[in-house]
């Protein structure tokens, strides 16, 4: 099956060119097996969460960014926990060559607020309303932000920020229709190909795209066969 795009996915891991190209191959050679375990509140357990079930989620991710009429090399920010939604939100920013931009929960607002505008992010991924609120507080400028999504439950009411939409996740998934085949400009690009970001007040500094023959980042390739499930979780039982 072709997951994602309109090219075939690669008869074999040798074949494979880019991180986007690697997922869609794992997904359609064991589709049931588990690619994560899931920690569950409800039960206090972990879950498996199959290829097939990673494939989906990540589809319904491509299809919504596919709304916000993004560009190749795009940035697209993740301010999130380890878990699900932040390997959905990558997956994606890399099946539509963009450059995914992790962000780190324990660096304080400023800090994010500044590399969101360094970076010219057009889309952030939050984890909570509160996260987004004091980034906005902040007072940065953010002219190339167009989509804000938050994953938790808002409580309340998510006022636009300029020309930049800010939708809770379901919302943002809802309002998207069904994944479109990816166009010509989503082919892999150059090896190791870089766009420069702009540094206020300074010269321009490379950020590494990761699409592309840079490597192998969120699935690890070994010469005996595909990789092991993870676990993930933003709520697991510390040790």
Known sequence: MALLTDRPVPD????????????????????????????QESTQAWAPVSYRDM???????????????????????????????????????????????????????????????DSDTAVLFAQTQAQWLALVGTGVPLPSLRQVVIVEE????????????????????????????LDAQYTPGPAGSSRPTRSRGGPARPCRRRHGDDG????????NGPASCARTSSSAPSS
């Open 12 to 39: 074999s891991l040798r074949n494979v060119r880019t991180l986007a190209q690697l997922f869609a191959w794992r997904v359609a050679q064991t589709p049931q097996s588990p690619a994560y375990l899931e920690y």
């Open 55 to 117: 494939g989906q989620r990540v589809e319904r991710f491509v299809a919504a960014l596919q709304h916000t009429k993004l560009a190749r090399g795009d940035r697209i920010s993740t301010l999130l926990p380890n878990g699900l939604h932040a390997v959905c939100a990558d997956q994606a920013a890399l099946a539509m060559a963009c450059v995914s931009v992790p962000l780190h929960a324990l660096d304080n607002p400023g800090s994010i607020a500044y590399i969101l505008s």
């Open 154 to 181: 808002v409580t309340q009411a998510l006022e636009p920020f300029g020309d930049c939409t800010v939708l809770s996740l379901a919302s943002w998934l809802a309002q998207a229709g069904a994944c479109q085949p």
């Open 216 to 223: 192998f980042r969120s699935l690890h390739r070994t010469d």
